[in-house]
Each structure stands twice: as structure tokens, then as C-alpha cells.
């Protein structure tokens, strides 16, 4: 069950990146994208992904694929949004430097946006990652047949604490190990950016 959770959570986490890095740093940089796009994610952003549940059964049916469109949606959110800031915060010097040096607005966004962005994704992904993983459980919870979700609510029809209590220990185990792979990834593609402390 604990299995079946991190692979439905992986797979949301993955997609949530694939669309919400590009995207927010997209919209950080380039005002016509922002324009386009910054109106509907503000709208999107404060909606919880539990309120999407109904829609989603409605929309994809049961199985995995409503659990997986919830997870994209609670961490494409945070993703996009630090993207968005890195984005919007790259150090203006650096910025001059590279159009003295001939750097047209392509090269600059690849070689100083996205490089001086690194660090506010990382802090996003810090945050997907557990809203991705607290909403696979929540999903599982309404409508599944398998998952750490599903085992807590069978526990509760069965009047089982046991089984309420294993399902709670494997989420948060579950949590530990997804934060610190991603504090140990974010340790190695940063590691320029460490204080030396």
C-alpha cells in the first residue's frame, strides 16, 4: 500500500514539475506570458485540491487517474509560484552584465535566469513534495481500493486501530524519506549556493 502511494505520488510530483517549472519560469521573464497565464493560475492557486475531488471522479472516473490529477494540482501550484519568484528576482547587475557582454534575451534567460532561479525551485519543490504527498493520502482516502489513504479509512469502517495507526506511521515514514531525498538532491545541485557554514 505504502508503495502504491509514493508511485501515484511520484508520478503527480513529476508532472506537476513538468509543467509548473517551464511555466512559472515563463511567466516570471516574459511579460506576454505572464499576461496570458498569471490571471488563470491566480485562480487556480487558492483552490485546494480537495475540492477538486468531485470534479475529478466526474472528469477521469475512479482509479489512479483522479488520485494523479490531484497531486499535479496541489504541487504545480508551489512549483510554478517559486519558479515565478526566482524568476522575477535575478540580480539586475548580473543582468546588465550579460547584455554588455552581447547576451540577446534568449541567452540571458537560459544562462543567468534559469541558473539564479535554481535555488527558488528547489524551495518549491521542498513544498511540492508534501503538499503532492498529503494529497495521494487524502485522495485515497475518498474514493480507492489500495493505498496508505484506503488503509486508514478501512481501519475506520472496521473500527481497527491498529490498522489506523500502521496507515499513520507509513504516511509520515512515507514524508521522511521524500523530504530528505529531495534535501539531498537540492544539497548536490546547490551546493554553490551554501553559505560554507
Same mark, same amino acid.
Given at each position: 500500500?505504502? $508503495? ?13 514539475? /513538468? ?25 487556480? #492557486? %487558492?483552490?485546494?485540491?480537495? *475540492? $477538486?475531488? %468531485?470534479?475529478?471522479?466526474? $472528469? ?5 487517474? %483522479? ?6 494540482? @496541489? ?18 547587475? =548580473?543582468?546588465? *552584465? @550579460? ?10 534567460? =537560459?544562462? !543567468? /535566469? ?8 528547489? *524551495?518549491? &519543490? ?9 494529497? /495521494? /493520502? ?9 493505498? &496508505?489513504? $484506503? ?31 529531495? #534535501? =539531498?538532491?537540492?544539497? !548536490? *545541485? ?6 560554507? #557554514?
Amino acid at each position: 500500500h505504502a $508503495w502504491t502511494s509514493i508511485q501515484e505520488a511520484f508520478i503527480g510530483y513529476v508532472l506537476s514539475l /513538468v509543467v509548473g517549472i517551464p511555466l512559472g519560469l515563463a511567466m516570471g521573464w516574459f511579460n506576454v506570458v505572464e499576461g496570458l497565464f498569471r490571471p488563470i493560475f491566480e485562480l487556480i #492557486r %487558492p483552490i485546494p485540491p480537495i *475540492a $477538486w475531488i %468531485p470534479i475529478s471522479i466526474i $472528469w477521469f472516473g475512479l482509479g489512479e487517474t %483522479p488520485k494523479i490529477f490531484l497531486i499535479t494540482l @496541489a504541487a504545480f501550484a508551489n512549483t510554478t509560484l517559486n519558479a515565478m519568484t526566482g524568476a522575477e528576482n535575478v540580480d539586475i547587475t =548580473t543582468i546588465n *552584465a @550579460a547584455k554588455m557582454l552581447g547576451a540577446n534575451e534568449f541567452q540571458i534567460f =537560459t544562462t !543567468v /535566469v534559469i541558473p539564479a532561479s535554481v535555488p527558488s525551485i528547489f *524551495a518549491g &519543490l521542498q513544498v511540492g513534495i508534501s503538499c503532492a504527498w498529503a494529497s /495521494v /493520502v487524502a485522495a485515497e482516502m475518498v474514493k480507492a481500493s489500495n493505498g &496508505l489513504g $484506503w488503509i486508514i479509512q478501512a481501519g475506520m469502517d472496521n473500527n481497527n486501530m491498529t490498522q489506523i495507526l500502521s496507515g499513520i506511521i507509513m504516511i509520515g515514514l512515507g514524508g521522511f524519506v521524500l523530504t530528505y531525498i529531495m #534535501r =539531498t538532491i537540492e544539497g !548536490v *545541485a546547490c551546493r554553490w549556493n551554501k553559505s560554507g #557554514r
